[in-house]
Every structure is written in C-alpha cells, then in structure tokens.
C-alpha cells in the first residue's frame, strides 16, 4: 500500500454533472458539493444555480478551504522560490562587487576570506540547516500546486540510497520540495534517511548563493562529493540526483515524458562503488506548471541552447506561466498543477569498487526497466491516458 505525504490537497468535484442530473439529484449533487473551492474553474455559476434550486450553497468551515490569507502565503512562498532560482545568485554578485567601490567594502573582502575558507565543504557533503529546511515557507510552497509525495515501499535505513528523480522539468520543484526540504514531510515518511540532494557544482561557489542552497541540505554533484557523502560510516544516506539534468531541461513539454537516460551511466557506476540500492523516482506533473517555447532539432535557436548548455552547465530556456496577481496574465509564477512525486522499489546492488561494462550496462537496463515499469503502475492513477509512455533519448 502507498503512503503519501502531502499539503493540503484542494477540494475536487464535477461541474458538468449538473446539467445531466434532475432536479432532486441537482439537490443531492449540490449538497455534497457545498465545500466547493472559492477559485474551482465554474464554481460560481454551479452555486449560483444551488441557490435557484432552494438548496443551501454556504460553504461550511472546513480545514481544506482555503482563505484568502493562506493563498497569498502559497503564491508569495512559490513566488520566493522562482526569484531565488532565477536571480539570487547574480544578484549577490552583483552586490557583492559593488561593495568593493564603497565604504562598505570590507564586507566584500571579508566575506571571499569566508568562501576560501570554506572552499571544500561542498565537497564534503555540503552544511545543512534544519530550521531552514523545516521553514513553513516550503509547506505554502508545496500546498501551492500541490506537491505529492509517495511512498511505494519501505526504505529500510539500514543501507544507502542512490534516488534518481525524473523529469528534471524546469526548476525541479517536485524533487526539491519533497527531499531538499520538509515541505511535504519526507523525513517522517522515510524515517532514519538523510537525503542529500545534488546540484551543479558551480552554484555552490556563487556568493551568497551556495550558503542558501547548502542549508537546504544539498551537496555538488560531482564524483568526489557524492562519494564522500556515500562513505561515510552511519548508514542511511540516500543521493538524490536529477540525472536528466540541462539536457533533458531542453525537452520539458507539457504532457510529453521524455527523459535523457539512456547514456547516463555514471550513476549506475556510483551505486556499484558503494553498493547503494539505486531507487527510481517520477514526478508527475513536474513538466506540466510552465509553459514552454520548444524549437525544431535543427533550428539555430536549440543550436544556441545546447551550446550555452555545453559553456555553462545549464540550459536557457524560454518559458512563462501565470501572473503574481491573476491567473489570467502571465509571468513567472508556475502554474498551479498537482505534482505527484513517487518513490519506487530500490534495486539491490552489490559493492564492486571496480565495477566492469558489463555489470554498469546490466544495472542500467535493470533501472530502466523498473523506471519504466514505475510509471505505467502510477500513471492512470496521476490523471495520465493510458496510451502514455515514456520516452528514453
């Protein structure tokens, strides 16, 4: 049986059913329907039609409707989130440069002693700040869309974890809400693990930045960091890697599953090393809160983007959602869809400090294949067709 963490899920019914019913069942359908959310697409005129009827359409007070007040805190938590992905760390920069041309320029100087200092704790499994990742910000952030979280078997501590979380999808929320943070309750839906998500190396050496990221408990994705992380001696370590990273970034569709996969083999390599159950895990929806402009294989304008993303690590991308204030505008806010992250059945591994082709070949088509199999056990159960599948490139 699954186990869900979660926000607070909006309340959910069908519109259309009135015109189909009679007018006792109009009755019926309306009194169960009286906890209509406030912003439900046609819940207006669904009420409005109650109050004809001569049936009561006041709303009672129940803990899954929404005020007015816990709105705006999901919009400004989401909204914080979008900025800081975008502009935090050009912005410290920034700062940080122009302080040297003031009076205040000591700040800057004593600041890149701190960050040489501190130059190797990225690699050393990064420095987590509880409080920050027990922040109410991430739960407002998460009962946003909402986020999802479930679990589909037990994870015993009793090992480490390599998690592989699919799609990368344009800022990852499902990935960073459910395991960066405790926004959706992961530590006590998976007790005894500490998960240490992995970013691109180059965020944590930008300037105010990487303290920020690093108190959400993340460490570099490279080689010598995910190794420190997976020897330690307590057990319990679970990496969690988009493995899909700025390529599969450059393929985020709405309503397409199409995952860069198939010559991603180093995670497979990481899990032998150290023996580390590797773990599938999907978001769906991920790919489906911002709209995206996709351009042909062959244009120059995805030329430029997979030269940008040869450069610099990352991909530019050109997408828009919803406005701050209206829905009906748009902007940077992410739409508000359910994301429904599912963790799978953990694939055992052994330990081979110097696993062979043929073992990483072996282990990767077995990850594949539970990946593949992870997604059309939950897919119909997300609100996909069945006629969906995933796409490996």
Same mark, same amino acid.
């Given at each position: 049986?699954?186990?869900?963490?979660?926000? !607070?899920?909006?309340?959910?019914?069908? =519109?259309?059913?009135?015109?189909?019913?009679?007018?006792?069942?109009?009755?019926?359908?309306?009194?169960?329907?009286?906890?209509?959310?406030?912003?439900?697409?046609g819940s207006e005129a669904l009420l409005a039609e109650g109050e004809h009827?001569?049936?009561?359409?006041?709303?009672?007070?129940?803990?899954?409707?929404?005020?007015?007040?816990?709105?705006?805190?999901?919009?400004?938590? !989401?909204?914080?989130?979008?900025?800081?992905? %975008? /502009?935090? @760390? =050009?912005?410290?920069?920034?700062?940080? $440069?122009?302080?040297?041309?003031?009076?205040?320029?000591? /700040?800057?100087?004593? &600041?890149?002693?701190?960050?040489?200092?501190?130059?190797?704790?990225?690699?050393?499994?990064?420095?987590?700040?509880?409080? *920050?990742?027990?922040?109410?910000?991430?739960?407002?952030?998460?009962? &946003?869309?909402?986020?999802?979280?479930?679990? !589909?078997?037990?994870?015993?501590?009793?090992?480490?974890?390599?998690?592989?979380?699919? =799609?990368?999808?344009?800022?990852?929320?499902?990935?960073?809400?459910? $395991?960066? !943070?405790?926004?959706?309750?992961?530590?006590?839906? $998976?007790?005894?693990?500490?998960?240490?998500?992995?970013?691109?190396?180059?965020?944590?050496?930008?300037?105010?930045?990487?303290?920020?990221?690093?108190?959400?408990?993340?460490?570099?994705?490279?080689?010598?960091?995910?190794? &420190?992380?997976?020897?330690?001696?307590?057990?319990?370590?679970?990496?969690?890697?988009?493995?899909?990273?700025?390529?599969?970034?450059?393929?985020?569709?709405?309503?397409?599953?199409? *995952?860069?996969?198939?010559?991603?083999? @180093?995670?497979?390599?990481?899990?032998?090393?150290?023996?580390?159950?590797?773990?599938?895990?999907?978001?769906?929806?991920?790919?489906d809160v911002f709209r995206v402009k996709a351009f042909a294989p062959d244009?120059?304008?995805?030329?430029?983007?997979?030269?940008?993303?040869?450069?610099?690590?990352?991909? =530019?991308?050109?997408?828009?959602?919803?406005?701050?204030?209206?829905?009906?505008?748009?902007? %940077?806010?992410?739409?508000?869809?359910?994301?429904?992250?599912?963790?799978?059945?953990?694939?055992?591994?052994?330990?081979?400090?110097?696993?062979?082709?043929?073992?990483?070949? +072996?282990?990767?088509?077995?990850?594949?294949?539970?990946?593949?199999?992870?997604?059309?056990? +939950?897919?119909?159960?997300?609100?996909?067709?069945?006629?969906?599948?995933?796409? $490996?490139?």
């Open positions: 049986m699954c186990q869900v963490g979660t926000g !607070t899920p909006p309340p959910t019914s069908d =519109p259309g059913r009135l015109q189909a019913l009679g007018h006792s069942d109009q009755k019926d359908f309306l009194r169960s329907n009286q906890s209509l959310h406030p912003i439900f697409p009827l001569g049936v009561s359409t006041t709303p009672p007070p129940t803990p899954s409707m929404k005020t007015l007040k816990k709105q705006w805190l999901e919009v400004l938590s !989401t909204y914080q989130y979008v900025l800081c992905f %975008l /502009f935090l @760390g =050009p912005f410290f920069s920034l700062v940080g $440069f122009f302080l040297l041309f003031t009076s205040l320029w000591y /700040f800057s100087v004593l &600041y890149l002693v701190w960050l040489f200092l501190d130059w190797d704790t990225p690699q050393q499994g990064g420095r987590r700040n509880q409080w *920050l990742k027990n922040c109410t910000v991430w739960k407002h952030l998460s009962d &946003y869309f909402p986020i999802k979280l479930v679990k !589909t078997v037990e994870l015993p501590p009793d090992r480490n974890y390599v998690l592989l979380s699919h =799609p990368h999808g344009i800022m990852g929320f499902g990935t960073v809400c459910n $395991f960066s !943070t405790e926004g959706t309750g992961c530590s006590q839906l $998976f007790p005894g693990l500490r998960f240490s998500l992995a970013v691109l190396n180059c965020l944590l050496y930008v300037p105010g930045c990487r303290e920020y990221i690093m108190s959400c408990g993340t460490c570099s994705v490279n080689r010598q960091s995910l190794d &420190y992380v997976l020897s330690q001696p307590q057990l319990g370590r679970a990496v969690v890697i988009m493995v899909g990273g700025a390529n599969e970034a450059l393929h985020t569709v709405p309503g397409e599953h199409c *995952l860069t996969l198939r010559n991603r083999k @180093g995670f497979v390599r990481l899990a032998l090393r150290h023996g580390a159950s590797l773990v599938p895990v999907y978001s769906f929806g991920e790919n244009s120059w304008q995805r030329l430029f983007q997979v030269t940008i993303k040869r450069l610099l690590s990352f991909s =530019p991308c050109i997408f828009w959602g919803r406005g701050l204030f209206s829905a009906k505008s748009w902007g %940077l806010m992410p739409l508000a869809r359910p994301i429904t992250t599912v963790v799978g059945r953990p694939i055992p591994v052994p330990q081979c400090p110097q696993p062979t082709e043929e073992q990483v070949d +072996h282990y990767h088509r077995l990850y594949m294949k539970a990946l593949e199999q992870l997604f059309e056990e +939950h897919k119909e159960s997300c609100g996909l067709p069945a006629s969906t599948h995933l796409t $490996f490139i």
